[in-house]
């Protein structure tokens, strides 16, 4: 009886399922490590990207930029354009004052030049102020006379105006001429000082004759 020779036996077969999972995963990781140690150049490298570190202004010089420059230079044409306008409603009020009232202003002055102490009519008289946003922020104070006598008369009335340390550092002079018996007067007299510092007003001298 002649041997029978041994089969030939094959190695069994790896499920395809496995090894396209196995491939999947190797080329899963394969991209991850390209996107933790590539860089951007390409040399495999990992390169971390610098932050940014602000300047040093102190070491700047030079004029400031043309933006900030045009806002400095507009508000200082807008500071100087109310300026003019406070300044001309100044000049259209004090206009305001007729000629034959800027008269008897001058008469007023001339009479009060050689009365001595106040005068013999500070009762008749009495100031009140105007609102500075009538008089283009001038100081202006209503001098209200009043003739109390039985006779006509006439008034002189001299006006001081007194810083806060109570320094006389203006003087104006008003009148009334030809009043009647009871009969009342309200000249204007009116400070040329700036706004600030804040005067007061005062009757220094009123003189009737």
């Given amino acids: 009886m002649s041997a029978r020779a041994p089969k030939a036996t094959t190695p069994p077969r790896r499920p395809r399922a496995r090894t396209a999972l196995a491939a999947l995963l190797l080329t ?34 030079g004029s400031p930029a043309p933006g900030l420059s045009s806002l400095e230079a507009s508000a200082r044409e807008r500071a100087s354009a109310a300026a003019s306008s406070a300044s001309a409603r100044a000049s259209e009020f ?14 007023a002055q001339k009479q009060l030049k050689n009365v001595d102490g106040r005068g013999n009519a500070t009762t008749d008289v009495s100031l009140t102020g105007k609102p ?3 008089t283009g922020n001038l100081l202006a104070v209503v001098v209200a006379i009043t003739n109390r006598t039985d006779d006509t008369a006439s008034y002189a ?22 009043l009647g ?3 009342r007067a309200e000249p204007v007299a009116i400070s040329r000082k700036p706004p600030e510092p804040r ?4 009757i220094a001298k009123a003189q009737r004759y």
């Fill in 94 to 107: 004090e206009a305001s004052v007729s000629a034959e009232v800027k008269r008897a202003n001058d008469a």
């Fill in 157 to 178: 009335v001299q006006v001081d105006f007194r810083d806060p340390d109570g320094k006389v550092v203006e003087t104006r002079f008003v009148g009334a001429e030809d």
């Fill in 199 to 202: 005067l007061t007003a005062e």
């Fill in 132 to 134: 500075r946003a009538d």
């Fill in 181 to 183: 018996p009871g009969e």
């Fill in 28 to 61: 899963a990781l394969g991209a991850t490590g390209l996107v933790a140690c590539g860089g951007d150049d390409g040399d495999g490298a990992a390169s971390a990207r610098p932050t940014p570190t602000p300047p040093d202004t102190a070491s700047f010089s």
